[in-house]
């Protein structure tokens, strides 16, 4: 007879689906949290830690592929590096940690749509393609800031849902029809707000690492 083998805390957590489910979540932000503040001097303003741990946070964005979020936090260390040393004053790293962030939530906007509804869709190959422009169109109003609140709202309810707690997530399902008139009002409101007619892919590492040299080449004097 074969004796029982030793269960251990993970045995107990996988038979305790709702507890594991808590659990893994918590472990994950505590372990993020651990590494932003590896890379986040101790000595740095409260405000300007919370900036770094607030961006490097959305550098773990599902929407953004991993090589990306390894270099944008790279990028991050790097501007923590010189505010430690006082290379560029806190208003100059403060100011760029607020550009990498603009870039991560447009591309967030813009891919986290078209991953939502495009890959369930049945609209034409020559539709979704249209459409994604229109979608980085759209996204860079908003991260522009030239699309009011009211409109910004109107938008989100037509493509989330809420909760039982009252939060906000993507919709799961969205008809076709429905698809095609959101894009209509979206190309609508950055047309409004002046945005080119064609807006390429943004290169996430490209940009970051520009918005970071520029600030690193601009010194304290």
């Known amino acids: 007879m074969q004796s029982e083998q030793p269960r251990g805390l993970v045995w107990w957590l996988r038979s305790h689906p709702r507890v594991w489910a808590t659990v893994i979540p918590l472990v994950t932000l505590v372990l993020a949290a651990l590494?932003?503040?590896?890379?986040?001097?101790?000595?740095?303003?409260?405000?300007?830690?919370?900036?770094?741990?607030?961006?490097?946070?959305?550098?773990?964005?599902?929407?953004?592929?991993?090589?990306?979020?390894?270099?944008?936090?790279?990028?991050?260390?790097?501007l923590a590096a010189a505010a430690q040393e006082k290379?560029?004053?806190?208003?100059?790293?403060?100011?760029?940690?607020?550009?990498?962030?603009?870039?991560?939530?447009?591309?967030?906007?813009?891919?986290?749509?078209a991953q939502s509804y495009f890959t369930t869709s049945s609209i034409s190959d020559e539709e979704k393609v249209a459409g994604g422009?229109?979608?980085?169109?759209?996204?860079?109003?908003?991260?522009?800031?030239?699309?009011?609140?009211?409109?910004?709202l109107e938008i989100d309810r037509r493509v989330t849902r809420l909760d039982g707690e009252g939060n906000r997530h993507f919709r799961e399902t969205f008809p076709d029809e429905e698809l095609r008139d959101l894009l209509a009002a979206m190309d609508a409101v950055a047309e409004e707000a002046g945005i080119p007619e064609t807006v390429a892919p943004i290169d996430v590492k490209q940009r970051v690492r520009q918005i970071v040299d520029q600030t690193l080449a601009n010194p304290v004097d």
């Open 35 to 78: 590494a932003t503040s590896q890379f986040v001097p101790p000595t740095l303003p409260r405000n300007l830690r919370n900036a770094f741990e607030a961006a490097d946070h959305q550098a773990n964005s599902r929407h953004l592929y991993a090589a990306e979020s390894v270099a944008v936090k790279a990028d991050l260390r790097r």
């Open 87 to 113: 290379s560029i004053d806190y208003q100059q790293c403060e100011a760029a940690i607020r550009q990498v962030r603009i870039v991560m939530m447009e591309v967030a906007i813009s891919r986290g749509l």
């Open 133 to 152: 422009n229109v979608l980085r169109r759209y996204a860079r109003a908003v991260c522009e800031e030239k699309v009011d609140e009211e409109t910004t």
